[in-house]
């Protein structure tokens, strides 16, 4: 186990210790470093303690007025529903799996994994959400089963799972990043995580849940989704501050080719969640249908790619304006929110960016 200096450190101040490394590790450089102090990415330690503050529990989540509103749908928005929470019941899951077989394996900062670990929990609160969900909206043991059967049952969800598995799993076997090659890789499986899966794929399932909400209907489902929204955005923040790390440390991995193979990636991803919508909204619904889920796929997928130094391709503008409310409601002052609505009460606000 290794000290390091922390970034403010002056090489003249200290003589070095006869025991340290000649130099200091990058994030992705192979090994298993203890060492909390000094801290080598304090921001990092910050994402942690700011999560812990974020703590919320699905029994808080009341979801008895949404058996009436159930009642009330049409068959075309009880088909989107019952697509809907198909893939709520898996998709935590495959984030969970990455979290713990690459994304800990590999960034190489105890502050991080901290993080990493605080996240692993916040999955699992997500996925006995889903669960709870499942159970509230589809009281036949055979439907809950289906529902839980999606990816190899249902072609719009089983797409996405092969997308997910396509770009993620080439890492899974790597033990060590010894070559730029495993690091690209790495990257195009942690941008895959965070852009696509976590940054697109449930951006675009939050569309439909506040789409139903922004109609009077399904607020327990709306009020999960707040907090699943919320904890989303910071897991995908905490994955782009990662990458941000990365590019100062080595430059060199973002080049020409790792911004095509980016943008064909979430240009694939798009599509992908568009046949999705195509299952779930079938001919069109009123205020949703598939031309304007595309526009905003599109508009978030141009915010990713920005996000992470990219030129957008898209040039869509978000049609939602109920997703724009949500910005403002919900997550601009949610720090402020009264401790009954959430466990654990924090002083204070956050200001979001436009990344609906």
Not at 2 to 31: C, E, F, I, Q
Not at 274 to 302: H, I, W
């Amino acid at each position: 186990m290794t000290a390091h200096p922390s970034p403010d450190h002056h090489p003249s101040s200290t003589a070095p210790r006869a025991d340290a490394s000649p130099a200091v590790k990058n994030l992705l450089d192979p090994g298993f470093e203890l060492t909390l102090r000094p801290m080598r990415y304090p921001r990092f330690y910050d994402r942690y303690r700011d999560a812990i503050k974020n703590t919320w529990t699905v029994e808080e989540v009341d979801l008895h007025s949404d058996v009436a509103d159930l009642a009330k749908l049409s068959p075309g928005e009880q088909h989107l529903i019952g697509r809907l929470v198909a893939f709520f019941a898996t998709g935590d899951s495959i984030v969970a799996n990455n979290l713990v077989l690459t994304l800990y394996k590999h960034i190489n900062s105890p502050e991080a994994r901290l993080y990493l670990s605080r996240q692993l929990f916040e999955e699992a609160v997500h996925v006995q959400f889903y669960l709870t969900l499942l159970d509230t909206y589809l009281p036949d043991p055979d439907d809950r089963a289906a529902a839980f059967a999606a990816v190899e049952n249902i072609p719009s969800i089983r797409e996405k799972a092969e997308f997910c598995f396509r770009w993620m799993d080439s890492v899974e076997k790597i033990e060590r990043l010894e070559t730029q090659e495993d690091r690209r890789r790495f990257l195009l499986n942690l941008i895959c995580f965070a852009a696509c899966i976590e940054g697109l794929f449930f951006y675009g399932a939050f569309a439909y849940v506040y789409w139903f909400r922004s109609r009077g209907l399904l607020h327990g489902l709306a009020t999960g989704t707040n907090w699943v929204f919320r904890d989303e955005s910071m897991h995908m923040e905490f994955a782009f501050s990662v990458v941000d790390t990365v590019r100062e440390e080595e430059p060199d991995l973002f080049d020409d080719e790792l911004r095509g193979q980016v943008t064909d990636m979430l240009k694939e991803a798009v599509e992908a969640e568009l046949q999705f919508a195509r299952d779930l909204c079938g001919d069109g619904l009123p205020g949703m249908n598939t031309a304007s889920m595309q526009e905003y796929l599109q508009c978030v997928a141009d915010q990713r790619l920005q996000r992470l130094g990219f030129p957008p391709v898209f040039g869509s503008e978000n049609p939602f304006s109920f997703m724009e409310l949500q910005d403002v409601q919900e997550l601009t002052n949610f720090f402020e929110r009264r401790a009954s609505a959430y466990q654990v009460a924090v002083e204070g606000s956050v200001a979001f960016d436009d990344d609906f």
